[in-house]
Nanobody
Framework: QVQLVESGGGSVQTGGSLSLSCVAS????????MGWFRKAPGKEREFVAG????????DYDDSVKGRFTISRDNAKDTVLLQMNNLAPEDTAVYYC?????????????????WGPGTQVTVSS
């Protein structure tokens, strides 16, 4: 079993920054790709960013490219999401998830472990 716990959410104003962390316990995540998803009120959960197991391949939803950066520290079983220039449309619950393999995946069904989520609220 793998437990994922996100932290770092909060409330910021437009243009602000937040850094989310996802720490894994139970079993190491170092050989698995990881992803960040988000769910806004009234919307379905959507892919935000993904990183492969070595950390040298990343991908982002178009809405966050150039503003968000995903990274990982395999020695600490941690995945980070640096979010800059935040906008109200970024308001959502952000989830960390472990992919079933080592390459970046975009569909929820490709992820087998999820954290409980952390709230990010951006005010105008």
């Amino acid at each position: 079993q793998v437990q994922l716990v996100e932290s770092g959410g909060g409330s910021v104003q437009t243009g602000g920054s937040l850094s989310l962390s996802c720490v894994a316990s139970g079993r190491s995540i170092r050989i698995y790709a990881m992803g960040w998803f988000r769910k806004a009120p009234g919307k379905e959960r959507e892919f935000v960013a993904g990183i492969n197991w070595t950390g040298d391949d990343t991908d982002y939803d178009d809405s966050v490219k150039g503003r968000f950066t995903i990274s990982r520290d395999n020695a600490k079983d941690t995945v980070l999401l640096q979010m800059n220039n935040l906008a109200p449309e970024d308001t959502a619950v952000y989830y960390c998830a472990r992919a079933a393999g080592g390459v970046v995946r975009y569909e929820e069904i490709r992820y087998d472990y999820w954290g409980p989520g952390t709230q990010v609220t951006v005010s105008s």
